[in-house]
């Protein structure tokens, strides 16, 4: 046995591994991970593939989100070739969809705007108007969007995610009352992880720190008690809120 050649091939494959480990944790924005792959690159693998891309898998999101992160133009030139074969609604929203995804915010808007323009109630496009103002830091045009969805949908049927993209766009814009007034329902309707992260943040940025710490203590302390698949796509919350109470 070659053991000097089967060396050499596990350092490749290793780093291989911890190439693409890093590509993927700085497109998705989780670069927490960044200095655990780069100085235990072994370990810094296993523990990424286990937290991140493992949950990706079983929720059936990996191979898309792979596609997305790694081939981007290949992506967004299967949307464009559909639009030019098909020019509907729903591909010229996939196309926004697929500009969205890369960054690509003022194409992803122009798209949807035009969009909006033949249907200018659906409460599908108006979602998605309002979430890519909002990654475009438009968050007046965010609200507005939004604030137009859910007054065409039954309160229960709002998803926790454009409610609280709602409450930081209210944040964003200064309208502080109202938006404490949603991250609290998003806390106590959805229970979210996610939503108690972000009230904390919230709350310390007023200087209420004792408040933020509670909303960071509770993340800790009720983790645990969420079945494993919650507790999988939701362990950066965990992570980020360990981090602000060793601030506080």
């Known amino acids: 046995m070659n053991i000097f050649g ?70 967004i030139g299967e949307w464009e070739r559909r639009v030019r074969l098909s020019d509907t609604v729903a591909n010229k929203m996939g196309l926004a969809g697929a500009y969205a995804d890369q960054q690509q915010y003022a194409k992803a808007i122009a798209l949807a705007e035009e969009c909006r323009q033949s249907f200018p109630r659906d409460l599908g496009i108006l979602q998605q108007l309002g979430r890519f103002y909002f990654y475009d830091q438009r968050y007046a045009d965010s609200i507005a969007c939004m604030e ?75 983790f645990h008690l969420h079945p494993r698949y919650v507790r999988r796509m939701n362990s950066q919350w965990l992570r980020l809120a360990k981090r602000e109470m060793a601030g506080l």
């Open 148 to 222: 137009k969805a859910f007054a065409q949908t039954n309160a229960n049927l709002i998803k926790q995610e454009d409610e609280l993209m709602y409450a930081r766009a209210l944040e964003a814009t200064g309208m502080l009352p109202p938006a404490e007034e949603v991250y609290k329902k998003v806390v106590r309707v959805h229970h979210s992880i996610e939503g108690m992260y972000y009230y904390g943040l919230f709350l310390k940025k007023q200087n209420r720190n004792k408040e933020a710490l509670q909303q960071f203590q509770t993340i800790k302390d009720e």
């Open 6 to 75: 089967l060396w050499n091939n596990s350092y490749y494959l290793i780093v291989g591994l911890q190439i693409i480990c890093i590509i993927h944790c700085l497109k998705t924005g989780k670069r927490d991970y960044i200095y655990l792959l780069i100085f235990l690159p072994m370990i810094g693998c296993i523990i990424y593939f286990i937290r991140e891309i493992l949950p990706e898998i079983n929720r059936g999101e990996f191979f898309s989100n792979l596609q997305r992160v790694f081939f981007p133009k290949s992506v």
